[in-house]
């Protein structure tokens, strides 16, 4: 009896090794002795759809959890841009486990202006290039390398809030410097040596004299002794005819002296 058992388990072995089928044969036997995968749990997703992550899991019916292949779902997963980590775990005998991580907006990110706007998060990851309204509040940088170093122009305008709250875009210069665009058009060139200092002098004149609401493009400060200010077409053409027209009060007064 036993050599005939051994004899009919010889050729359904070879049988299999023949047909090619031996991981589906051993699939389906594993699966209906309670190894089949009947419980998905996932776990960490908030932006990631989850039927997106079953998708991808890609399991099928009648699925042996001893032959699911974790490490390949693990790189299908991790091809997500929203997933920073990914971990898939078999809880035998019949669980998947999955727990996801994944990336926390950070900024807009534009590199240059013809470039699509991307959300990237702390790192400076893309994630993705689909903007929903609940994003649009999130801070805008500009420029190459600026996707990266968010966190640095964060920190400056964190110490000047009534100034970061007028700030509508940062772009990064040449790799080495800030400028500030604000809700008014006035642009804000910060320098690249303490610009946290310069940021915070910006914020004291403002707020002792207005000056950002005046009709102004720019507000040069990369010179650590001054501030330069540069008008409004209007702006200037109205001083030049306010000097004008003092030069000429001024001459008249020499003559009639």
Do not use: C
């Not at 400056?156 to 500030?180: T, Y």
Request: a negative charge; glycine letters at 6%; aromatic letters at 6%.
């Amino acid at each position: 009896m036993l050599a005939s058992v051994l004899y009919l388990a010889a050729w359904g072995t070879y049988g299999m090794l023949y047909s090619g089928k031996t991981g589906d044969v051993l699939n389906d036997a594993t699966s209906e002795i309670g190894f089949k995968v009947s419980a998905v749990k996932i776990t960490g997703q908030r932006e990631v759809d989850e039927q997106d992550v079953l998708d991808t899991l890609s399991i099928h019916s009648g699925q042996s959890l001893f032959f699911y292949d974790v490490a390949g779902a693990r790189a299908r997963l991790t091809e997500n841009p929203w997933l920073s980590a990914v971990s898939v775990m078999k809880i035998y005998p019949n669980q998947l486990r999955v727990v996801l991580e994944e990336r926390v907006p950070a900024a807009l990110w534009q590199k240059t202006p013809t470039d699509p706007v991307a959300i990237v998060d702390g790192g400076g990851a893309v994630i993705t290039t689909r903007l929903e309204p609940r994003f649009m509040s999130l801070p805008r940088v500009m420029g190459d390398g600026a996707e990266s170093r968010v966190h640095e122009i964060m920190s400056i305008l964190d110490d000047v809030p009534d100034l970061k709250a007028r700030v509508r875009a940062s772009m990064l210069v040449s790799h080495r410097r800030w400028d500030l665009f604000l809700d008014n058009g006035v642009q804000v060139m910060l320098p690249e040596v303490d610009p946290a200092v310069a940021a915070a002098e910006l914020a004291r004149v403002e707020a002792e004299s207005d000056l950002l609401s005046r009709d102004l493009t720019v507000v040069d400060m990369r010179l650590d002794d001054r501030m330069v200010v540069r008008l409004s077409d209007t702006a200037k053409t109205a001083r030049d005819e306010l000097i004008l027209a003092r030069e000429k009060a001024m001459k008249k007064k020499a003559r009639d002296a």
